[in-house]
């Protein structure tokens, strides 16, 4: 037989129930429904719903059959009109046939005071028996009965899985380690994990993470229509009002097997806390994947969750928010402690949503772990059973410990890695830098401006250079010139002309004035320019060598003179004699 898609709404007065019957024969249905059961039949469908309240056949019972969309719609009287029936979304539990709902003990004393619920009743204890202070050690179990799992209920599951154990926990033999061997094993993991270079990074250049801050997941705007809700009317709201399931998440809801759990009192302790440590790696995946599963989803799920990856049992939700806090600045992408904060804020609103909500998480974190290997293994110790039970959960346990977990503070000094300190240091070091960057910069602006100095001093040396040199090239020049022109003197005073001859003072006279005027031109060339010594002493050589060119022919044309002179008187003294 093949159970049918279905769903189920309700208003104060009726319960309705819609039908997907596609390959049924719309002239062939059976229906039956007294108090709290549901029957439809119809081949090769059949239903059998266990209702939250009771229902009544009174002739306003109603059925009608939709031809276009294959399905069949039932509307059921309430036995009591305005009674509110309470998860009607819960699939797997209204599966459940009407003797297995409860797990009470079949005997019962008659005559008690008061009907003690399941998770109330509490077992006799027998207090004559000798006490001894309990600590957990290896002896504390016989060898190969450490258990671990949902409530604490497997045992030897790894033994026959040794090939997958490293790649779904990291646990080296969790059939043969206790729960305190897990958690030290668990704490020297970490703190060899933990990075400060990695966290630090994170923590000043913390773009990417601020954005997917941003990000608001689905149950932030239900959380805030439920609280609009309640603002308008104190009555409670079909849970379908704010959260709703899809196809896929219904088929898979008719897919399991319901199951009774008996746990003890420890044991509803420990599965409570788990469940809040497996949300907050939820959310913290979601958050920083805004929503989007990739490949990293079943990896980051099951390492932030001590439950699925040491298989850890706590005791005390402090305990659990610090694990999680831990995980997050060890293992992801991702370490900053903001991300630790927004999964707190957003687990307790998916608790304060409801058993819903907390449905919804689990059946997405099922389909995660189902399409990847080998992590569906955690489907089987963990979230199939997770799924199942928390149909059956009380909404005020999710109330009360979403409100604890509210009350929960965490500060960076309760993770142990001395965080604040870490900070307080990296500060300091960016100080120092900001400092050196702010000289670097002053001397870099400084330096353009000697710079520009140096190259006006080099610009004014090489245009004094050039003057020099110009200047020196017109002096070679000049001098070029005396050198003929006192050249060609000495050419006119070698021919012996007269009036050189005869006149000693017109002689002395053009010798001066020719002094006179290299003298000048020197004077000149040297007032002209501001030279260095070394140009002045070539200029001075120079001179000097003109000067010694023009007194050469002065000596000759003495000499000739006084030979005509003593020609002279010997020519008068002849006729004397």
């Not at 110009?470 to 001098?479: K, N």
């Amino acid at each position: 037989m093949i159970t049918p898609a279905f769903e189920l709404s309700q208003d104060p007065d009726f319960l309705t129930i819609i039908i997907d019957v596609p390959y049924a024969r719309a002239s062939e249905f059976d229906l039956y429904f007294e108090g709290e059961d549901f029957k439809f039949y119809s081949k090769p469908y059949f239903l059998r719903l266990t209702l939250p309240g009771r229902i009544v056949e009174d002739g306003r019972e109603k059925a009608s059959y939709n031809v276009d969309k294959r399905t069949l719609t039932i509307r059921l009287p309430k036995e009591s009109p305005g009674q509110y029936f309470e998860g009607l979304d819960m699939v797997t539990s209204l599966l459940a046939p009407k003797k297995s709902r409860s797990a009470k003990h079949l005997v019962e004393e008659i005559g008690a005071s008061a009907v003690l619920s399941e998770e109330e009743e509490e077992e006799e204890f027998e207090w004559e028996i000798e006490q001894t202070p309990y600590k957990e050690t290896a002896e504390s179990f016989p060898a190969l009965q450490y258990y671990y799992g949902f409530g604490n209920l497997r045992s030897g599951v790894f033994q026959r899985l040794q090939d997958e154990l490293s790649d779904v926990v990291d646990v080296k033999d969790p059939d043969k380690t206790p729960v305190c061997e897990r958690r030290k094993e668990r704490l020297a993991a970490e703190a060899a994990k933990f990075d400060s270079d990695h966290y630090l990074a994170d923590f000043f250049e913390d773009e990417a993470i601020q954005h997917v801050l941003k990000y608001k997941p689905w149950w932030v705007e239900a959380h805030e229509k439920m609280v609009a809700l309640q603002g308008e009317s104190h009555q409670k709201h079909d849970s379908n009002a704010v959260v709703v399931f899809t196809e896929e998440e219904k088929e898979q809801l008719r897919r399991f097997t319901n199951k009774s759990y008996l746990l003890d009192k420890r044991s509803r302790h420990h599965v409570y806390l788990s469940l809040i440590d497996i949300l907050l790696a939820y959310c913290y995946d979601i958050c920083v994947n805004e929503g989007e599963q990739n490949v990293e989803s079943s990896w980051n799920v099951r390492k932030l969750s001590a439950t699925l990856c040491w298989l850890e049992c706590f005791y005390d939700i402090h305990d659990v928010v610090v694990c999680f806090g831990r995980r997050v600045l060890c293992y992801p992408l991702h370490r900053h402690f903001d991300l630790v904060t927004r999964a707190l804020n957003d687990t307790v609103m998916i608790l304060q949503l409801g058993r819903a909500a907390v449905l919804k998480c689990l059946l997405d974190i099922h389909k995660i772990f189902r399409e990847s290997d080998p992590a569906y293994l955690l489907n089987d110790l963990f979230i199939t059973d997770y799924c199942v039970w928390i149909q059956k959960t009380k909404s005020k346990k999710l109330a009360a410990l979403s409100e604890s977990l509210q009350k929960t503070a965490l500060a960076k000094s309760h993770l142990g890695f001395e965080l604040e300190e870490l900070e307080a240091a990296a500060l300091l070091v960016q100080e120092e830098e900001r400092h050196l960057k702010a000289a670097a910069a002053v001397s870099r602006q400084q330096l353009p401006s000697s710079e520009s100095e140096t190259s006006d001093s080099e610009e004014s040396s090489s245009t004094s250079s050039e003057t020099e040199g110009s200047d020196s090239d017109e002096q070679e020049s000049s001098a070029g010139e005396d050198g003929k022109i006192n050249s060609s003197q000495g050419v006119l005073q070698e021919e012996g002309t007269a009036p050189l001859i005869d006149c000693n003072g017109l002689r002395q006279v053009a010798n001066t004035s020719m002094v006179e005027v290299s003298d000048e031109k020197s004077k000149a060339s040297l007032q002209s320019m501001s030279v260095p010594g070394k140009l002045i002493e070539e200029l001075e050589k120079q001179m000097h060598t003109a000067i010694s060119l023009s007194e050469q022919p002065e000596e000759l044309a003495a000499a000739s003179c006084f030979a005509l002179r003593e020609q002279e008187e010997n020519h008068v003294s002849e006729p004397d004699k």
